[in-house]
């Protein structure tokens, strides 16, 4: 008897003959004389979410799955091919680790049929015709990246100035098994720019959405019948800490947020809470380098952000940020108005790690500088992003034929 997967045999071709007029064949191999047939159109895939086994046709080491209903086989090579169709050396990447040979008895396999297909790959990832693997699929909540590009900018007092820029940075986005909480990570994200003076980057961001199993406000009216409301407010939490910006232009100043924490409300978000619109709003502890002193201060925000395709190759981003700081000596409060909005799309992979581009749109306003006079200035940013890890999304799919 073969092992059986709910109806699907998956067996391994280790039989001695096939046919009455086959050649003899050594344990675990089907016989060279084989006809494994080739379907119109793309290779079909073994299926990742069965099991795969092993063994041999003629000298071709091979995986394969049959079904025990239809009596037929799919059958790829256990490695990659040249242009010529023949095995290249090497062991299959992305593929199941255990590929054991399994046994089906001759009678068994009498009237099976064989079809050419390709091995089986894990979700997000694909096989070409030649059984070379490749990632169609990123998660960009989940990276590391470096990134560089044109940056232009007006300022107050300054006028127009172009020049490049560095970015770098750090995220990891992790739900709980029953996707009741998103924990969003940031690490070390920032940004050079040496030709305008500007060095800014973050070493911590954390924050939460949550999902609640029942509506935290519930009203009742009396008027006739009584009625019941419920009021849905997804509340969760954002903390930044060591947040800096240093300009060098003029007078060097550096502004530091130790710490802020906030308490955040998200007004639109997706049901697998990787896309989402909220604001926050809470105290905050500053560090300005002009008169060396902590001060209080009073920050929120308005955070947005998208996932416009299945694969994660296209990301909207909206992020402004508003502070009002005490405190400084022979001084009113300062505040503070940043703004960002862009686009991010994958524009082709090296070694399976995604290369993007980024297009930024910044405004914002402050008074907090000592070199630069109260007022608007605007920027842009055109580059490029390489990221050094970037997995398969959770909800990646399946594919179950050769690209």
């Not at 394969?64 to 990447?93: H, I, K, M, W, Y």
């Not at 949550?210 to 419920?230: E, M, N, S």
């Not at 005490?326 to 108005?337: D, F, M």
């Not at 399976?352 to 940013?381: I, K």
């Amino acid at each position: 008897m073969c092992p059986l997967w709910r109806g699907v045999a998956a067996v391994s071709l280790c039989l001695t003959p096939l046919l009455a007029h086959a050649d003899e064949a050594p344990p675990d191999s089907l016989p060279a004389s084989t006809q494994v047939q080739r379907q119109p159109g793309p290779l079909p895939a073994l299926d990742w979410d069965a099991p795969v086994f092993c063994g041999n046709l003629g000298a071709r080491r091979v995986r394969f799955q049959c079904n025990e209903v239809t009596r037929s086989c799919l059958v790829a090579d256990d490695a990659e091919l040249d242009g010529n169709g023949n095995p290249l050396n090497g062991e299959l990447s992305r593929v199941h680790p255990v590929c054991p040979a399994g046994l089906l008895g001759v009678e068994r396999l009498r009237g099976y049929t064989f079809t050419q297909a390709v091995a089986e790959s894990p979700p997000g990832w694909v096989r070409d015709e030649r059984n070379r693997v490749m990632q169609f699929n990123f998660d960009t909540h989940r990276r590391i990246w470096i990134g560089g590009g044109w940056s232009p900018a007006w300022f107050p007092g300054q006028g127009f100035e172009s020049s490049g820029e560095a970015e770098f940075g750090g995220r990891i986005d992790f739900p709980d098994d029953d996707l009741q909480n998103m924990n969003r990570l940031h690490l070390l994200e920032g940004r050079l720019d040496p030709g305008q003076g500007y060095f800014g980057a973050t070493a911590l961001t954390w924050d939460l959405s949550h999902v609640y199993p029942t509506a935290p406000l519930r009203f009742t009216t009396f008027f006739g019948k009584p009625r019941r409301y419920d009021v849905t407010l997804n509340i969760g939490a954002f903390v930044e800490a060591g947040h800096v910006e240093s300009f060098s232009k003029g007078t060097p100043q550096t502004w530091v947020t130790v710490l802020a924490a906030e308490p955040t409300l998200d007004i639109l978000r997706s049901k697998d809470l990787e896309s989402y619109l909220r604001i926050r709003g809470g105290p905050a502890l500053e560090h300005d380098s002009i008169g060396s002193q902590y001060l209080f201060g009073v920050e929120g925000g308005l955070d947005a952000e998208d996932i416009l395709d299945r694969d994660g190759f296209h990301r909207l981003f909206l992020e402004a940020n508003v502070a009002r700081i005490w405190g400084l000596e022979n001084s009113a409060p300062v505040s503070r108005l940043q703004t960002e909005a862009g686009y991010e799309v994958i524009v082709l992979a090296v070694n399976d790690q995604p290369l993007s581009a980024v297009f930024e749109g910044r405004a914002g306003w402050r008074n907090d500088l000592v070199s630069q006079p109260a007022g608007w200035d605007w920027g842009g940013y055109a580059g490029l992003r390489f990221s050094f890890w970037a997995p398969a999304r959770r909800n990646a799919t399946l594919v179950r034929e050769a690209r």
